[in-house]
């Protein structure tokens, strides 16, 4: 069975979000988990969590509890921002060999079924949980958080991130895909 390791933001200090209502990036990164977990469960995929109190320097305690869940995946979640709050799109930063890039162009091609502004993979070796998790990491800055549209896409859309991501997952693994919420299929009565 796949194994894969859920870290959604948990900064110490919360950056705001521009969709409004008091949204922050940690409660719509931990929102988009909640979003995945069924897909995962659906599609056989064992998964683990970071705790939520893992905040800041806790990152630390994260890292060492992915490294012993010893998982296929080491999978981060946050959202991006930048000084003209004007950019849009996914970056999908990964460690510059390995099997990163390629779960993250699969991650990019199921999302272009939906999300319009698109994306890139950026090779990084900076960030700690790419420089420390023993598992590939995909670290996903799923939209810019202070670009109004481009956040609003994220809130409104939640669930088809999810299930993008959890198609590119299942075509990593070779896996079937399946849809936690299709209606099932009542087979017809036998006709005599």
């Given at each position: 069975m796949p194994k894969i390791y859920l870290s959604p933001a948990l900064h110490a200090y919360d950056n705001p979000c521009s969709y409004g209502g008091g949204c922050t990036e940690n409660t719509h990164c931990g929102q988009y988990m909640d979003e995945l977990i069924p897909y995962l469960d659906a599609c056989g995929i064992e998964w683990k969590r970071a705790d939520r109190r893992n905040t800041g320097a806790g990152y630390s305690k994260t890292i060492a509890e992915s490294n012993a869940f010893k998982p296929d995946i080491h999978f981060v979640k946050h959202t991006n921002a930048v000084a003209?709050?004007?950019?849009?799109?996914?970056?999908?930063f990964v460690w510059p060999n390995g099997n990163g890039k390629k779960i993250a162009e699969?991650?990019?091609?199921?999302?272009?079924?939906f999300y319009p502004n698109g994306g890139k993979v950026v090779e990084n070796t900076e960030l700690t949980e790419i420089r420390s998790t023993a598992a590939v990491c995909v670290y996903d800055e799923m939209v810019f958080h202070?670009?109004?549209?481009?956040?609003?896409?994220?809130?409104?859309h939640l669930r088809e991130?999810?299930?993008a991501d959890a198609r590119a997952l299942c075509e990593y693994f070779?896996?079937?895909?399946?849809?936690p919420y299709a209606a099932a299929v009542t087979p017809e009565p036998e006709k005599k």
């Open positions: 003209a709050h004007n950019a849009q799109g996914s970056r999908i699969l991650m990019l091609k199921h999302r272009a079924a202070d670009n109004p549209s481009d956040v609003r896409y994220l809130h409104e991130f999810a299930a070779g896996i079937p895909f399946r849809d």
